[in-house]
């Protein structure tokens, strides 16, 4: 008899073992971290998912979570821990928690709270099981989403407002007394607020494509001459009607460039656009030079230049400098990214150099592009 129970015993033993080891294997086969701790707060298992989301190498068994699971809020404050993991009741979930790496950057997380309750009678420990996961790239995405929205309502609704406001005081004028002099002006600015909300769409549509790089990456032969004086042919006007000179300096030696032409094009443009809408006086200066493999195109103003301080973030996305010159004139803060994302579809490489006051120059080098 004694045999038996001693043996059943130590059947039992093996299956509690085999249960552990199936509970393990089970833990590390899963892509989110898990860390189960008791009811003290310090850590009985974990997995690997969970070392590499949280950046070290190894835990020890009996570790206090919060030497493990160091929690900070989004101005980078720590919180208590153990105080959050210890407190549920039931199971919570949060993605509002962040964590930070020895090399101070950051990641965001979702963090679900389970508390382990054991059936009345149930010998055992209780306790807790959290499951983290890194989420950066999505609360990135939704910031992005939410700034874009944010961004998009404040610029859509100044045109609009203005554009109604011209063409309901054009209407109001041509009832009162028709006189086509005053009427104008409202038209026209009505007209005005009409292209921005065009120029919008169409950086909007042009964001869409880049960000998806479903461009055509139509490699072709450009001749650089031509395409200079095209740009010439196209932007003379605009800079005459702003009394600003043009100028136009191509090196002689350049021939043909193997590149996207559309890429190209579209990135020329911006900058151009640019150079002309932040120069009150002066001129706007482009240029194209040989160099290495490729062509160096240069687009220089007497503008009003950039600030230091916004050098390093011009090409991000929805940027725009508080500098009061700058919000004087309508922009959505897209141009500039746009150029970046197209540059990079196309090989290329663009710095900016600035002072403010006394202008800028943007600088992009395209390579010959094998096809």
């Known amino acids: 008899m004694a045999a038996i129970k001693a043996q059943r015993k130590k059947d039992q033993k093996i299956d509690a073992q085999l249960?552990?080891?199936?509970?393990?294997?089970?833990?590390?086969?899963?892509?989110?971290?898990?860390?189960?701790?008791?009811?003290?707060?310090?850590?009985?298992?974990?997995?690997?998912?969970?070392?590499?989301?949280?950046?070290?190498?190894?835990?020890?068994?009996?570790?206090?979570?919060?030497?493990?699971?160091?929690?900070?809020?989004?101005?980078?404050?720590?919180?208590?821990?153990?105080?959050?993991?210890?407190?549920?009741?039931?199971?919570?979930?949060?993605r509002d928690y962040k964590i930070i790496y020895s090399d101070t950057s950051m990641a965001s997380i979702y963090l679900s709270i389970s508390p382990v309750h054991l059936g009345y009678g149930k010998k055992g420990d209780s306790g807790y099981v959290l499951i983290i996961r890194d989420i950066t790239r999505e609360k990135s995405l939704e910031e992005e989403r939410d700034e874009f929205i944010s961004v998009i309502s404040h610029e859509l609704r100044t045109p609009i407002a203005i554009t109604e406001g011209s063409i309901g005081n054009a209407l109001y004028l041509a009832e009162k007394n028709g006189d086509i002099d005053t009427i104008i002006p409202?038209?026209?600015n009505a007209h005005d607020q009409a292209i921005f909300l065009e120029d919008l769409i169409n950086d909007l549509s042009t964001l869409s494509r880049a960000e998806r790089g479903i461009f055509e990456r139509n490699i072709e032969n450009v001749n650089v001459h031509k395409f200079m004086e095209s740009l010439q042919e196209i932007y003379e006007k605009d800079a005459k009607e702003k009394s600003l000179q043009l100028h136009i300096d191509i090196d002689p030696s350049l021939e043909l460039i193997k590149t996207v032409k559309l890429y190209m094009k579209e990135i020329m443009q911006n900058l151009i656009t640019n150079a002309i809408k932040y120069t009150e006086k002066g001129s706007v200066a482009i240029s194209a030079q040989k160099l290495r493999d490729g062509v160096k195109f240069s687009v220089s103003d007497t503008g009003i230049g950039i600030s230091k301080g916004d050098q390093s973030r011009v090409f991000d996305k929805f940027f725009r400098s508080e500098d009061y010159h700058t919000r004087q004139q309508n922009g959505t803060g897209l141009g500039l990214y746009v150029t970046r994302k197209l540059a990079e579809l196309a090989n290329a490489e663009i710095t900016v150099e600035s002072e403010l006051n006394k202008g800028s120059t943007f600088t992009i080098y395209f390579p010959n592009l094998d096809k």
């Open 19 to 94: 249960e552990h080891q199936r509970l393990e294997s089970l833990v590390n086969s899963m892509a989110d971290g898990v860390i189960a701790i008791d009811k003290k707060g310090n850590i009985e298992l974990y997995n690997g998912a969970a070392l590499n989301i949280l950046d070290i190498n190894a835990i020890k068994k009996g570790d206090p979570v919060e030497k493990i699971l160091k929690l900070t809020n989004n101005k980078k404050e720590p919180l208590d821990t153990k105080s959050i993991v210890l407190s549920p009741k039931t199971q919570t979930i949060s």
């Open 186 to 188: 409202a038209l026209k």
